[in-house]
């Protein structure tokens, strides 16, 4: 390879980091408020499903990016806000009721794309101007650049902190740790289903079945591997992505051999990778103390 | 006392008919009669003989499955990886199959069923590892393990043993004395030796949970970790144990499928038998018998929900999902049982 071709290469892979981790960072940052309020969010993967599916549908039939982003935002809090209740007020367990949330997504997306599309695997592809360009992408460093400042300096981010860390305190004060914590998963809900609208309708042109394959989950580890603080978990977003990127650009090129690697092998990179973060770089890192704990006022 | 005991009975009972409720308002709301969408889940399941064996068949996974995830609940861990964990142990079958396609001992299915398990043990090992000595979230890693068994069948069924004779994702046929044999019901209904095989396992599963010593130090880790680390019990080692049972336990999907069924791997064969296996183990209480109990009614919405393909205009099969989805968190939300028990005194 000559310098110039490497340099492209270079940029090839850096561009396309950045689009690539713009689903994790919206879901990563949505998982961020669940978390340090004491909520386990595994329900992350489905609401970032609804979201895809929502977006693409509701841009679909009203040819605006920007109405699809709003219904798929708010569709995704409601299916958030249930998620919510069950674990907040029922007290169901935060795991099994994220993976049944998941489940519900993942059956009732099908049931409900075959009666809208008359199809259960995708929604119609969207034309170019029924699509964001850059949206996303200026919302995304808005929306950290705000959560960081706003987290630190508001009530409510004082109040989620105290939610996640010690919710009996927050009770003593006179503040529902029922509502910061409903609060906090409602933001996540739309913070995940702008991130699965920013699969559906800005990396690509429509809803496809299963379209996350994991991200929700993935930026989960980032907001461990990024000890449960917004910045650091920007960077792991942001590692992660670079992952997913080197995997898409090293798809067809033979490194060793006459045969290109199999795509299969490669595209596992970012779950290895994942593996490996959380197992080996993350130390020390000390999750909130009531994380997963649901509360109870006596 | 006594109320509580007979809602501990009843309690899952009552949270099937609300998640079928729910879900039959559900497939209402999408434009389909649901006394008639009942009917079709009934039959489908239960209509003949050859449904019944549909449905036993399906029910076999859900058995291993379920008890993959009691098995490391018990142990106070989340086994979201029982996916994972079957893909490699029917992989490991199906290898074993194909390589020694020679050996002529009448003891082969036996070899092919170890290799299931210990396909399916050593994906639980890493979790397993991970968790005790490394302290990394065994749901997140079981998970990203999932995502890891699917690319590595995909690959070694593609390229390392394709069955050349198809287009099919599939791998060559494994030798015929591997198999187990089938028992058949009607001319075309079997039901094979893995369904028998699933009920001992859910034997010896109790009896090793709650007659053994190890059983019991597992359980109590599960209990209080810090009580159990205390008492001098070594909580790593049963960490490390229990997730490398369950995964053996879930590799023995491998015998149902590839040694009593296809006989050859084929990629997608798992309709996500191992996230069913979590709904089977919680509506099963994490005990053995309600781990059976629960795949049997599983089994057989899986199998009454593939009639509304074709049974239906509006809705698909996917409506099995939301069934278990609701029936997990009618299970789950502890709250609301408790309300409602308030509320009788």
Same mark, same amino acid.
């Given at each position: 390879m000559t310098i110039e071709e490497i340099e492209t290469y270079c940029l090839q892979l850096f561009n396309s980091t950045l689009r690539i981790s713009i689903p994790l960072l919206f879901a990563a940052l949505g998982g961020f408020f669940s978390e340090r309020s004491g909520v386990i969010n595994i329900a992350l993967e489905g609401l970032m499903l609804v979201g895809a599916f929502a977006s693409a549908a509701i841009a679909y039939f009203t040819h605006s990016p920007w109405l699809g982003a709003l219904g798929g935002a708010l569709i995704a809090s409601f299916f958030a806000l249930f998620y919510g209740v069950f674990v907040i007020y029922f007290r169901a367990n935060q795991i099994v009721a994220g993976v049944a949330l998941n489940m519900l997504a993942f059956g009732l997306i099908p049931l409900i794309a075959k009666v809208l599309f008359d199809v259960t695997g995708s929604s119609p592809g969207l034309s170019i101007e029924d699509r964001f360009q850059i949206m996303p992408v200026v919302l995304i460093i808005l929306l950290i650049v705000f959560i960081h400042f706003w987290f630190q300096k508001s009530s409510f981010g004082l109040w989620a902190k105290f939610a996640g860390e010690h919710p009996m305190a927050l009770h003593s004060a006179g503040i529902s740790v029922f509502r910061v914590r409903l609060f906090s998963v409602w933001l996540s809900g739309i913070l995940a289903g702008l991130g699965g609208m920013s699969l559906s309708?800005?990396?690509?042109?429509a809803y496809s079945r299963n379209?996350?394959?994991g991200r929700g989950f993935m930026a989960l580890a980032a907001l461990v591997f990024g000890k449960w603080k917004p910045l650091p978990t920007v960077f792991a977003c942001l590692l992660f992505g670079f992952v997913d990127a080197l995997q898409i650009q090293l798809q067809g090129i033979v490194l060793w051999g006459a045969e290109p690697v199999p795509v299969q092998l490669i595209q596992i990179l970012p779950y290895v990778i994942t593996i490996l973060v959380l197992s080996g770089f993350v130390g020390n890192a000390r999750p909130p103390s009531a994380l997963g704990l649901p509360f109870t006022k006596s | 006392m006594f109320i509580k005991k007979i809602l501990i009975i009843i309690q899952p009972v009552l949270a099937i008919c609300m998640g079928l409720f729910i879900g039959l308002m559900i497939a209402y709301g999408l434009g389909e009669n649901p006394w008639s969408v009942l009917k079709i889940l009934v039959n489908g399941a239960f209509g003949s003989t050859h449904d019944l064996a549909s449905t036993l068949f399906y029910t076999t996974p859900l058995i291993f499955t379920g008890l993959s995830v009691t098995i490391a609940f018990q142990c106070g861990l989340f086994n979201i990886g029982a996916e994972g964990q079957l893909l490699s142990g029917a992989f490991a079958a199906t290898t074993v199959g194909i390589l020694f396609a020679? &050996?002529?001992?009448? &003891?082969a299915p036996f070899i092919a069923i170890c290799a299931s398990f210990i396909g399916g043990a050593l994906w639980g090992f890493f979790a397993g590892y991970l968790k005790a000595k490394?302290?990394?979230?065994?749901v997140i890693n079981t998970i990203m393990l999932n995502f890891i068994a699917v690319g590595i069948t995909s690959w070694l069924t593609l390229y390392v043993f394709p069955n050349r004779g198809t287009q099919n994702p599939e791998t060559q046929e494994i030798a015929a004395q591997f198999r187990v044999p089938s028992l058949f019901l009607t001319e075309h209904a079997t039901v094979n030796f893995s369904f028998f095989l699933a009920l001992l396992v859910a034997v010896l599963t109790w009896f090793f949970l709650w007659k053994t010593v190890l059983g019991y130090k597992l359980r109590a880790t599960g209990q209080n970790i810090t009580a159990a680390r205390l008492s001098g019990i070594s909580v790593n080692q049963m960490q490390i144990l229990a997730m490398v049972l369950a995964g053996g336990v879930a590799g023995l999907v491998g015998v149902a499928e590839? &040694?009593?069924?296809?006989?050859k791997f084929r990629i997608g064969f798992s309709p996500e038998y191992g996230f069913m296996g979590i709904a089977v183990s919680l509506l099963g209480r994490n005990k053995p018998l309600g781990v059976v109990l629960s795949a049997l009614l599983f089994g057989a919405l899986h199998k009454g929900t593939m009639n509304l393909d074709l049974e239906t205009e509006n809705i698909t099969r996917d409506l099995s999902l939301v069934f278990e989805a609701l029936i997990i968190l009618s299970v789950t939300a502890e709250g609301l049982w408790s309300y409602i028990l308030e509320r009788r005194k």
């Amino acid at each position: 390879m000559t310098i110039e071709e490497i340099e492209t290469y270079c940029l090839q892979l850096f561009n396309s980091t950045l689009r690539i981790s713009i689903p994790l960072l919206f879901a990563a940052l949505g998982g961020f408020f669940s978390e340090r309020s004491g909520v386990i969010n595994i329900a992350l993967e489905g609401l970032m499903l609804v979201g895809a599916f929502a977006s693409a549908a509701i841009a679909y039939f009203t040819h605006s990016p920007w109405l699809g982003a709003l219904g798929g935002a708010l569709i995704a809090s409601f299916f958030a806000l249930f998620y919510g209740v069950f674990v907040i007020y029922f007290r169901a367990n935060q795991i099994v009721a994220g993976v049944a949330l998941n489940m519900l997504a993942f059956g009732l997306i099908p049931l409900i794309a075959k009666v809208l599309f008359d199809v259960t695997g995708s929604s119609p592809g969207l034309s170019i101007e029924d699509r964001f360009q850059i949206m996303p992408v200026v919302l995304i460093i808005l929306l950290i650049v705000f959560i960081h400042f706003w987290f630190q300096k508001s009530s409510f981010g004082l109040w989620a902190k105290f939610a996640g860390e010690h919710p009996m305190a927050l009770h003593s004060a006179g503040i529902s740790v029922f509502r910061v914590r409903l609060f906090s998963v409602w933001l996540s809900g739309i913070l995940a289903g702008l991130g699965g609208m920013s699969l559906s309708i800005f990396l690509s042109s429509a809803y496809s079945r299963n379209m996350t394959a994991g991200r929700g989950f993935m930026a989960l580890a980032a907001l461990v591997f990024g000890k449960w603080k917004p910045l650091p978990t920007v960077f792991a977003c942001l590692l992660f992505g670079f992952v997913d990127a080197l995997q898409i650009q090293l798809q067809g090129i033979v490194l060793w051999g006459a045969e290109p690697v199999p795509v299969q092998l490669i595209q596992i990179l970012p779950y290895v990778i994942t593996i490996l973060v959380l197992s080996g770089f993350v130390g020390n890192a000390r999750p909130p103390s009531a994380l997963g704990l649901p509360f109870t006022k006596s | 006392m006594f109320i509580k005991k007979i809602l501990i009975i009843i309690q899952p009972v009552l949270a099937i008919c609300m998640g079928l409720f729910i879900g039959l308002m559900i497939a209402y709301g999408l434009g389909e009669n649901p006394w008639s969408v009942l009917k079709i889940l009934v039959n489908g399941a239960f209509g003949s003989t050859h449904d019944l064996a549909s449905t036993l068949f399906y029910t076999t996974p859900l058995i291993f499955t379920g008890l993959s995830v009691t098995i490391a609940f018990q142990c106070g861990l989340f086994n979201i990886g029982a996916e994972g964990q079957l893909l490699s142990g029917a992989f490991a079958a199906t290898t074993v199959g194909i390589l020694f396609a020679n &050996l002529g001992s009448p &003891l082969a299915p036996f070899i092919a069923i170890c290799a299931s398990f210990i396909g399916g043990a050593l994906w639980g090992f890493f979790a397993g590892y991970l968790k005790a000595k490394r302290g990394s979230h065994e749901v997140i890693n079981t998970i990203m393990l999932n995502f890891i068994a699917v690319g590595i069948t995909s690959w070694l069924t593609l390229y390392v043993f394709p069955n050349r004779g198809t287009q099919n994702p599939e791998t060559q046929e494994i030798a015929a004395q591997f198999r187990v044999p089938s028992l058949f019901l009607t001319e075309h209904a079997t039901v094979n030796f893995s369904f028998f095989l699933a009920l001992l396992v859910a034997v010896l599963t109790w009896f090793f949970l709650w007659k053994t010593v190890l059983g019991y130090k597992l359980r109590a880790t599960g209990q209080n970790i810090t009580a159990a680390r205390l008492s001098g019990i070594s909580v790593n080692q049963m960490q490390i144990l229990a997730m490398v049972l369950a995964g053996g336990v879930a590799g023995l999907v491998g015998v149902a499928e590839i &040694l009593g069924q296809a006989g050859k791997f084929r990629i997608g064969f798992s309709p996500e038998y191992g996230f069913m296996g979590i709904a089977v183990s919680l509506l099963g209480r994490n005990k053995p018998l309600g781990v059976v109990l629960s795949a049997l009614l599983f089994g057989a919405l899986h199998k009454g929900t593939m009639n509304l393909d074709l049974e239906t205009e509006n809705i698909t099969r996917d409506l099995s999902l939301v069934f278990e989805a609701l029936i997990i968190l009618s299970v789950t939300a502890e709250g609301l049982w408790s309300y409602i028990l308030e509320r009788r005194k």
